[in-house]
């Protein structure tokens, strides 16, 4: 017998989560406490519930194993709302543990009560309350097991405070630890080999790698060799394929150029690889088209908005495995050349735009990419400014990109901290950032000195919500509510504990980023950027 939650922190710490992040509450004051004590696993405190999540969704897609996400009732349940969305929207396995009023409380308004299993419905794969401690072991075993098999993503349990008071039984290497190691189903051998059919006899094959082939990199680079196909990236995937192969034609995300997708246009044959195709991939849902015959490999193929020629319910390294025995001995040479150059020079750093307000974004990015080692981790947050590092930034080494499909603000920080605390110590980890984002969750500096994470922080700082003036510029003629107050960033990282320097032209860059990576603790660099460059392309006031 053990207390219910220490016999939750035991199930999961068997099963393989390492960290529970969260903000403490008063509702699940057993659960912290039983995190705190175990020899397996850790506690994160961090300054806000969203800090928590993006946390949690950060080092569950390096590792492919879920953590934990924490939160007390109404109130943090709704705060740690933002991360839990986030994994939803790129497929990341999380456990989320809310905190609940007592069962004798429930339905009348109670003290911070909300419906959690009702308001976190529509944002999880399955969420539920547990109503009776004997049903502990039995309940956490089906989340495990939901957020890691066929698409994965968030789960939810809330806990009522007096379930947590009681005492269990539960089995420590039962059912709910079994681990995380799930089997991908293989397609049926008769969609292989029509998909190889297809394949073989394309004359303009692409592949699109989207979040759920990760574990394929290997196949993938295989596939794209010996069919000689085109290779692009889904919306802020970029690391899911080397980007110096000859066979890689760029990014599909906000902004791509014309001329990058003109291959995607021009291909009879998509291959979909782990993909949801969502809005920013297919560039508004657009492509491919009805007329491009589409093989699409997803283990949830009805939940993917598309019609394919052929939809194969199974893992992507298994079905990319099955399409390379069904490869021609001899790869067809189908001449990639325009468009990979059409690639390249989009991605080319121009000279310096700047008119004396700032530094180009382009060059910041430049000189950060020349900073870091190749295999730097970088996590990004939402803003214009990221539209700069995805056009200049090269990934040729796995698992180094860390960015929220769902545009979420605030991202950036906590993913950079929650890489920094799963990585080895020597690998680089770097947060890039516009001033909007980092102001959101910025605070976790805070976390990452306590901590003692050496994370590196980049902020474009611009003085406003430049998405948000880019699209009012654009609809309306005007702005409203995008303005950025001056802040001294430099300093406010100093009151954190952490490092912090300013850059004011280019010329200052090389020497700020090299004291940051070299000071032994969290650093941040504040970079003024001349905020009339909004985009790769466009002024603001063109606009």
């Given amino acids: 017998m053990a207390g219910a939650g220490e016999a939750i922190v035991e199930m999961l710490g068997v099963a393989g989560v390492r960290r529970f992040y969260t903000v403490p509450g008063e509702s699940f004051l057993e659960v912290l406490d039983?995190?705190?004590?175990?020899?397996?696993?850790?506690l994160i405190s961090t300054r806000h519930e969203s800090g928590a999540s993006f946390m949690a969704e950060a080092e569950a897609r390096l590792t492919g194993v879920p953590a934990v996400a924490m939160a007390t009732r109404g109130v943090g349940a709704s705060?740690?709302?933002?991360?839990?969305?986030?994994?939803?929207?790129?497929?990341?396995?999380?456990?989320?543990?809310?905190?609940?009023?007592?069962?004798?409380?429930?339905?009348?308004?109670?003290?911070?009560?909300?419906?959690?299993?009702?308001?976190?419905?529509?944002l999880t794969k399955w969420s539920a309350t547990v109503h009776e401690a004997g049903r502990l072991e039995e309940l956490l075993a089906r989340a495990l097991r939901v957020a890691v098999s066929g698409r994965p993503g968030p789960v939810m349990l809330a806990l009522p405070a007096d379930v947590l008071g009681e005492e269990v039984a539960f089995s420590a290497g039962g059912e709910g630890a079994r681990g995380f190691g799930v089997a991908r189903p293989a397609p049926p051998a008769q969609e292989v080999r029509r998909a190889a059919r297809l394949l073989g006899a394309a004359r303009r094959p692409v592949v699109i790698a989207g979040e759920l082939s990760g574990e394929a990199r290997g196949e993938l680079v295989a596939l794209a060799e010996r069919y000689d196909a085109g290779v692009y990236t889904a919306?802020?995937?970029?690391?899911?394929?080397?980007?110096?192969?000859?066979?890689?034609?760029?990014?599909l995300g906000l902004g791509t150029p014309p001329p990058v997708l003109r291959a995607l246009e021009g291909a009879d044959v998509v291959l979909c690889a782990g993909c949801r195709l969502d809005e920013a991939t297919t560039q508004g849902y657009a492509l491919p088209r009805r007329d491009q015959a589409?093989?699409?490999?997803?283990?949830?193929?009805?939940?993917?908005?598309?019609?394919?020629?052929?939809?194969?319910?199974?893992?992507?390294?298994?079905?990319?495995?099955?399409?390379?025995?069904?490869?021609p001995r001899r790869a067809p040479e189908r001449g990639w050349e325009?468009?990979?150059?059409?690639?390249?020079?989009?991605?080319?750093?121009?000279?310096?735009?700047?008119?004396?307000?700032?530094?180009?974004?382009a060059r910041a990015v430049a000189a950060l990419r020349e900073a870091v080692p190749e295999d730097a981790v970088v996590a990004n947050d939402a803003g214009n400014f990221s539209l700069f590092l995805h056009r200049?930034?090269?990934?040729?080494?796995?698992?180094?990109?860390?960015?929220?499909?769902?545009?979420?603000?605030g991202y950036g920080v906590p993913a950079a901290i929650a890489a920094g605390l799963v990585l080895p110590a020597e690998r680089c980890v770097v947060a890039v950032c516009g001033d909007g984002g980092f102001l959101m969750t910025g605070q976790e500096l805070e976390s990452a000195?306590?901590?003692?994470?050496?994370?590196?922080?980049?902020?474009?700082?611009?003085?406003?919500?430049?998405?948000?003036?880019?699209?009012q510029l654009k609809a309306l003629g005007r702005t409203a509510g995008v303005e950025i107050g001056e802040v001294d960033l430099a300093a406010y990282a100093r009151s954190l504990g952490a490092a912090g320097y300013a850059v004011r032209e280019e010329g200052e860059l090389k020497d700020a980023f090299r004291e940051a990576l070299c000071a032994g603790r969290p650093a941040l660099v504040d970079v003024l950027v001349d905020p009339e460059i909004i985009t790769p392309e466009a002024r603001l006031q063109e606009l």
């Fill in 235 to 251: 919306f802020r995937r970029q690391d899911r394929f080397p980007n110096g192969h000859a066979n890689y034609l760029g990014h």
């Fill in 79 to 122: 705060n740690l709302a933002i991360g839990v969305h986030t994994a939803r929207q790129d497929s990341t396995p999380m456990v989320v543990l809310l905190g609940q009023v007592e069962r004798g409380h429930l339905g009348r308004e109670a003290f911070q009560e909300v419906d959690l299993a009702g308001f976190y419905g529509p």
């Fill in 392 to 409: 200049h930034w090269s990934y040729d080494c796995p698992r180094t990109q860390l960015a929220p499909a769902n545009g979420a603000m």
């Fill in 449 to 471: 000195v306590r901590y003692g994470v050496s994370v590196a922080v980049v902020v474009f700082r611009n003085g406003l919500h430049g998405t948000i003036a880019m699209h």
């Fill in 294 to 327: 589409l093989i699409l490999i997803h283990p949830e193929p009805e939940g993917v908005p598309f019609r394919a020629e052929v939809a194969m319910a199974a893992g992507v390294r298994e079905a990319l495995a099955g399409l390379l025995e069904l490869a």
């Fill in 34 to 42: 039983a995190a705190e004590r175990h020899p397996d696993v850790r």
């Fill in 338 to 361: 325009e468009a990979r150059r059409a690639y390249l020079e989009s991605c080319g750093v121009p000279p310096s735009r700047a008119r004396g307000g700032g530094v180009d974004p």
